[in-house]
Every structure is written in structure tokens, then in C-alpha cells.
């Protein structure tokens, strides 16, 4: 296996676990090195821009920032690091995830964040990984491997529909 980058997980809340939990399925998935942090960028963010501003130089390629509500994390993030920032808007009891997507998804030039739709944590990941794969060869062949596992499925899937309703004609 190639020397490979940590991907940052970066909650703002604990309540943010289940959608979080999704990417860190993925990763697990491709053996991706990973390590989670609650850090609100309200809350503390002083130690939020802290550990974005280590960020490199403690080993991480990607940081996933996941938040709801004002969902300002990533972009907190994104201010004080080069890396790659993937945002991920958390559902909330309100707005239904719109007011963390405009807030994730809305960042002024110059500070670009990557943003998934709401509660995307499987495509985050899975975002993660490709940007990892762009100079880790046997990443990019698991990734193959993968879509070309899902397009079967898709296939699969496809033909048991048919069959089915072929036959309640």
C-alpha cells in the first residue's frame, strides 16, 4: 500500500455523528487513515483554526467538515488551510439542511469549499478518496473496482425489475 494521507473528520457538534459515521464507513471501506475531532467553529474556534492551521503538518490530504445549522465549519476550515475542504451540511430541526447547505456551499472567492448535498457523508468520503487517488495508484484501482461493482448491481437490479413486472402483466 502507497503512503497514504489522513483524511480529517471534523464534526461541529456530536450531533453531527450519524451522517459523519457514513463517511468514516467509506474510508474504513478503503483503508484510508482517518482521524475525528468535534471542533465548533462558534464553540471553540479558536482550537477549530488551530487544528486547520496543523493541519498539513500533522499528515492530512482532505479535511470533511460537517455541520448543521449556520454550518460555518468549513468555511472556518477553508479560511485557515490550503488543503482541500469537503463540506457536508448536516439536516436540522428547522430548515430541513437548506440553511447549512447555503452556508457550506456559499463561500466568498478565493476560499473554496467542496460541498456535498445534505447529510452527504458517503459522498464526501468517497470525494475524499478520489482526490487521494490522484497520485495513490492501487486507491484509483479500488475505486474502479468499486463503481464497476455498483454498475453490475445497478444491472442486476434492473433486470430483476423487469422480470418482475413482466410477469404481473
Known amino acids: 500500500m502507497e503512503n497514504r494521507g489522513k483524511v480529517g473528520i471534523v464534526m461541529g457538534s456530536a450531533s453531527d455523528l450519524p451522517v459523519a459515521e457514513k463517511a468514516v464507513a467509506v474510508l474504513r ?11 465548533s467553529a462558534h464553540r471553540c ?3 477549530a483554526r488551530e487544528f486547520a492551521l496543523r493541519a498539513r503538518e500533522s499528515g492530512f490530504f482532505v479535511l470533511i467538515a460537517f455541520a448543521g445549522m449556520a ?6 476550515l477553508a479560511a485557515a488551510t490550503t488543503l482541500p475542504v469537503i ?3 448536516c ?4 430548515l430541513e439542511g437548506m440553511d447549512a447547505l447555503l452556508s457550506t456551499v456559499m463561500m466568498p472567492p478565493g476560499i473554496p469549499v467542496a460541498t456535498v448535498g445534505v447529510d452527504g457523508g ?4 468517497l470525494l475524499a478518496v478520489q482526490m487521494l487517488a490522484m497520485t495513490d495508484g492501487e486507491l484509483a484501482q479500488k ?4 463503481r464497476e461493482a455498483m454498475r453490475a448491481k445497478a444491472l ?3 433486470e430483476t425489475v423487469r422480470e418482475k413486472l413482466e410477469k404481473e402483466l
Not at 454550518?71 to 472556518?76: E, M, R, T, V, W
Not at 458517503?122 to 468520503?125: E, G, R
Not at 475505486?143 to 468499486?146: E, M, N, V, W
Open 29 to 39: 471501506d478503503f483503508s484510508v487513515p482517518y482521524e475525528v475531532h468535534v471542533l
Open 45 to 47: 474556534a479558536q482550537e
Open 71 to 76: 454550518a460555518h465549519l468549513a468555511g472556518a
Open 87 to 89: 463540506g457536508v451540511p
Open 91 to 94: 439536516k436540522g430541526a428547522v
Open 122 to 125: 458517503k459522498n464526501a468520503a
Open 143 to 146: 475505486l474502479a473496482a468499486d
Open 156 to 158: 442486476r437490479d434492473g
